[in-house]
């Protein structure tokens, strides 16, 4: 009968207090790249026959943002301010791509020919991350 020696040794590892900072840097540093979410911010209001987005913009701004507002099928548009990128009257769509934004309010609205309900337009805010580059879509909150 063989006997076989196995040999024992511990391995040694770093301590715990080695990894609870990695760790706690790794989570925190998830949490500030999810705080960027909230860079961009949208209030959609009416005045009579118009319609004003307010954007707001934080530190650091994106690169670019496109604003779009969405119109009851069939509104006339008699207006927009400032000029848009892109207007389809078909689809009652406005587009707006503002490069460069700055920090603070951003401002568009739009002159219809008769008021309309507020409920059924809608509005949306599209820009990337800046440091990430991920694709965010903001709804506007309605006034």
Same mark, same amino acid.
């Given at each position: 009968?063989?006997?076989?020696?196995?040999?024992?040794y511990k391995r040694r590892y770093p301590g715990r207090l080695f990894f609870l900072p990695?760790?706690?840097?790794?989570?925190?540093?998830?949490?500030?790249?999810?705080?960027?979410?909230?860079?961009?911010?949208?209030?959609? +209001? +009416?005045?009579? +026959?118009?319609?004003?987005?307010?954007?707001?913009?934080?530190?650091?701004?994106?690169?670019?943002?496109?604003?779009?507002?969405? %119109?009851p099928p069939q509104t006339k548009i008699q207006a927009t301010s400032p000029r848009n990128?892109?207007?389809?009257?078909?689809?009652? +769509?406005?587009?707006?791509?503002?490069?460069?934004?700055?920090? &603070?309010?951003?401002?568009?609205?739009?002159?219809?020919s008769k008021p309309i309900d507020l409920s059924k337009v809608s509005a949306e805010i599209?820009?990337?991350?800046?440091? &990430? &580059?991920? %694709?965010?879509?903001?709804?506007?909150?309605?006034?």
């Amino acid at each position: 009968m063989i006997k076989l020696k196995t040999m024992s040794y511990k391995r040694r590892y770093p301590g715990r207090l080695f990894f609870l900072p990695l760790l706690v840097s790794i989570v925190l540093g998830s949490g500030t790249v999810d705080c960027l979410a909230e860079q961009v911010a949208a209030t959609l +209001q +009416q005045q009579a +026959q118009n319609l004003n987005l307010e954007v707001s913009v934080a530190d650091p701004p994106p690169t670019s943002l496109i604003a779009v507002m969405e %119109l009851p099928p069939q509104t006339k548009i008699q207006a927009t301010s400032p000029r848009n990128a892109k207007l389809d009257p078909k689809n009652s +769509q406005i587009k707006w791509l503002v490069k460069n934004p700055r920090t &603070g309010k951003l401002r568009f609205s739009v002159t219809v020919s008769k008021p309309i309900d507020l409920s059924k337009v809608s509005a949306e805010i599209l820009y990337r991350k800046p440091a &990430g &580059g991920k %694709l965010i879509k903001i709804d506007a909150r309605k006034r």
